[in-house]
């Protein structure tokens, strides 16, 4: 269990006036971390004030600083809202991430019309510490459970064949999927360059694991995102995630278009970016993933 005096102590240093935890509720639902909601008060005052942290071993620490790093690339883009950070750290054999509890509400179609505008703007915007060629980020994070490296490339195409494809691939050999997917697979990342005939890929500030159970509605429907996977690539590679597990309205396809149309060629690169995602199922929970990864890549090279 967490020694929540030492949680206390955290907040209170950041907030700079003592805080105490009245409650903590468990929150089902993640693969990765063990999450609580916190309620409590700071000295003198009767409104109490509400956190949400997340823990996992004590050597996942640069995990969730990475994704503190993540929420305030997008917050400082100041397109999109999300969780504010408030601290991260090590409590015992534990480490944790506290962020502003956000209360998630039913939303409507004006909702998500305004979540595929701001998404739109979000991919609008290029990082402050590179040209707008220049793909990645300036640290590597974590999709999933798995390691995501970041390193900065000219190129869209070596950074999805090197850091993104090829990465995923590598681990696939090590967990054994056969070596029929790792051929393929292959085959797959020397042609990648057909894929872009045409396309100049704009370097894009990116959620990176942009699925339903990642985005949601607060305070009269405002859209909110959280839990990043974030770094700098072609926004084809979120819109394309967003089609994979469903969960999306038409009113935020749409919205989205009208603020900046997808090229034509989307609908071919979609299930090449989609590729990326399920090969990380596959390496994390095995099963069906693993054919599934495979059927997507005969899928693609038969466009070759």
Partial sequence: MPDWSKIEQKISAVVNRTFHIKSQTGIAGGDTNQAYQIKGLLDGEIQPMQF??????????????????????IENSQTMRVPHVIASGIDGNQSYLILENLSLTAAGNASA????????????TVSSQATASRFGWWRDNTIGSS??????????????????????????????????????GETLLTNLDSFFVGYAVHASLLHGDLWSGNYGYINKGEPVIFDPAV???????????????????????????????LNKGYQQRKTLYNLYHILNHANIFGGGYVMRAENMIDQLNRYI
């Fill in 113 to 124: 019309k305004q979540l595929g505008e701001q998404l739109a703007k979000m991919h609008q």
């Fill in 147 to 184: 390691p995501q490296p970041n390193t900065q490339t000219d190129h869209w195409v070596d950074f999805l064949r090197e850091q993104r494809l090829g990465f995923q691939l590598d681990m696939a050999k090590q967990n054994g999927f056969g070596q029929s997917l790792i051929n393929k």
């Fill in 231 to 261: 770094y700098y690539g072609d926004r084809e590679a979120d819109m394309a995630m967003t089609e994979l597990f469903g969960g999306f309205p038409a009113e935020f396809y749409s919205a989205y278009n009208e603020t900046w149309p």
């Fill in 52 to 73: 949400f942290i997340k823990f996992n071993r004590q050597n996942r620490l640069d995990m969730f600083e990475a994704e503190a790093a993540g929420l305030k690339e």
